[in-house]
T-cell receptor
């Protein structure tokens, strides 16, 4: 257990479904991140939150909607996804957004869109 | 061209072999990281480097800033070392805000 917990570990959803991914950290970190890892592609940064405020959105389609209600929790709301959105979604946290290193990753949610 | 490249893409070794994974990058960096991703997705940070060499157990990481190149070495490899090894850099232009990831090297160590 790294200190960053993601649920669920696996998710299968239809293209018309709405689901949410959850990330929780109790490390006292102020920054949280969503990453996407598709097969045979490098990790892609999706969103960055600092102190519950979104500071970066890397051209992610609107069918992905992040939410950070407090510095310990981060959600990724999913709706009307496409099969190509099937991937591993990783959450990470760090003390501050600008800190070099010190990232802690969760184990990820394996998402399959059918 | 990717900003961070790794070689080889896939590597199969016999238990006990010495393994080297290479990473080259084209951007200015403030730090370079080696990450290990086990089957199932969990990622562990192995090293963070800004210069020189670091050693942890059977793992050694080196970086040459002038050549923009880093290597990860595994001595006396073991099947439990089987994983994807990812090189990532903190791009100086982004003030270390996020990583630029390499594509990963998939290592299989056979007993």
């Amino acid at each position: 257990e790294t200190g960053v917990t993601q649920t669920p570990r696996h998710l299968v959803m239809g293209m018309t479904n709405k689901k949410s991914l959850k990330c929780e950290q109790h490390l006292g970190h102020n920054a949280m991140y969503w990453y996407k890892q598709s097969a045979k592609k490098p990790l892609e940064l999706m969103f960055v939150y600092s102190l519950e405020e979104r500071v970066e959105n890397n051209s992610v389609p609107s069918r992905f909607s992040p939410e950070c209600p407090n510095s310990s929790h981060l959600f990724l709301h999913l709706h009307t996804l496409q099969p190509e959105d099937s991937a591993l979604y990783l959450c990470a946290s760090s003390q501050e957004v600008t800190r070099v290193g010190g990232y802690t990753f969760g184990s990820g949610t394996r998402l399959t869109v059918v | 061209k990717n900003e961070v490249e790794q070689s080889p893409q896939n590597l199969t070794a016999q238990e006990g072999e010495f393994i080297t994974i290479n990473c080259s990058y084209s951007v200015g960096i403030s730090a370079l990281h080696w990450l290990q991703q086990h089957p199932g997705g969990g990622i562990v940070s192995l090293f963070m480097l800004s210069s020189g060499k670091k050693k942890h157990g059977r793992l050694i990481a080196t970086i040459n800033i002038q050549e923009k190149h880093s290597s990860l070495h595994i001595t006396a490899s073991h099947p439990r070392d089987s994983a994807v090894y990812i090189c990532a850099v903190n791009s100086r232009d982004n003030y270390g805000q996020n990583f630029v990831f390499g594509p990963g090297t998939r290592l299989s160590v056979l007993p």
